[in-house]
């Protein structure tokens, strides 16, 4: 009977518990644009997060994005960290981040073969942003720079899940 009863008690208190903090998402995806001579082109980026400790406020994660435009398109395997300004209870928080790693066109001048995300034929190169997150969904604004391909700006708007 008391084993019953221990064990009827700790899942009515399982029900109840909380972890430390609950504005924590590991996976990001985005979908944004950039602008691109005259004309307007998308992206997509897929960003994998992990904290330092479970109270900071300073994450890093992998970035994976894809931007094509009219003429060729860019991909890139970054490196990426974001510091927040703000606690995780206000659901509205501003960071600031940057990250660096492999810039590659997918197609390069003179060459009829493609490199998708190939880092035999990718560039150094690093991109600056800040943002904003609010509540599941964030909103940004970075500048990448290619190291050797077309920098460029992008403005994403996504989600965590």
């Known amino acids: 009977m008391k084993k019953k009863f221990l064990l009827l008690a700790l899942i009515c208190l399982s029900l109840?518990?909380?972890?430390?903090?609950?504005?924590?998402?590991?996976?990001y995806l985005g979908i944004g644009g950039f602008p691109y001579g005259k004309s307007f082109s998308a992206d997509l980026a897929l960003e994998l997060r992990g904290r330092v400790t479970p109270a900071s406020n300073f994450l890093f994660?992998?970035?994976?994005?894809?931007?094509a435009t009219p003429n060729t398109g860019y991909t890139s395997i970054c490196?990426?960290?974001d510091y927040y300004f703000l606690r995780p209870e206000n659901g509205v928080r501003v960071f600031a981040g940057a990250g660096l790693g492999g810039f590659?066109?997918?197609?390069?001048?003179?060459?009829?073969?493609?490199?998708?995300?190939?880092?035999?034929?990718a560039n150094f190169g690093f991109f600056p942003r800040i943002g904003v997150d609010?509540?599941?969904f964030r909103l940004s604004a970075e500048y990448d720079f290619t190291g050797g391909t077309d920098n460029f700006a992008a403005v994403n708007l996504g989600f965590f899940f």
């Open 79 to 81: 490196i990426a960290s």
């Open 104 to 121: 590659n066109d997918i197609k390069r001048p003179n060459d009829d073969t493609e490199h998708f995300f190939d880092l035999n034929y």
């Open 61 to 67: 994660g992998l970035r994976f994005q894809v931007a």
């Open 16 to 27: 109840f518990a909380k972890a430390q903090t609950i504005t924590y998402r590991p996976v």
């Open 134 to 136: 609010f509540w599941c």
